[in-house]
């Protein structure tokens, strides 16, 4: 008798571990400022490599204060689009129309990471 038990329940433990898992529904959290920079900037998924500096930054100069922290920034905004290797770090795959993608333009941002930064360690 202890022995069909055991079977039943083997039968049982297989019939469950044999079913397949629901899936878990995550819901993305909105960022309603983010969307409407992203709106407001027109900007598009394309294929140029824009590098997350000068992103931050035209996000920067259309905000100017009350920023969102930049990793917070970024976690959600590469959740709208493709998240890419560029030669100076990480970028997205972008429509370059709406970005400063001159020596100018990229200087400009990466000094604004720097004084980020900067202020940061002080």
């Not at 998924?45 to 824009?50: A, F, L, M, P, S």
């Not at 970024?74 to 001159?102: A, C, E, I, P, W």
């Given at each position: ?13 297989l019939e469950i571990a044999s079913q397949p ?102």
């Amino acid at each position: 008798m202890a022995r069909q038990n055991l079977t039943d329940d083997i039968n049982k433990l297989l019939e469950i571990a044999s079913q397949p898992k629901p899936e878990k529904v995550i819901k993305k959290k909105e960022n309603p400022e983010i969307d409407s920079f992203i709106i407001e900037n027109e900007i598009k998924t394309g294929k140029t490599r824009v590098p997350t500096s000068i992103i931050y930054y035209k996000y920067y100069l259309w905000k100017n204060i009350r920023l969102i922290p930049r990793q917070k920034f970024f976690r959600y905004f590469q959740t709208k689009f493709d998240k890419t290797k560029t030669d100076h770090g990480v970028g997205y795959l972008l429509d370059g129309k709406q970005f400063d993608l001159s020596p100018v333009g990229f200087f400009r941002a990466r000094a604004f990471l720097r004084k980020e930064r900067d202020e940061k360690k002080k």
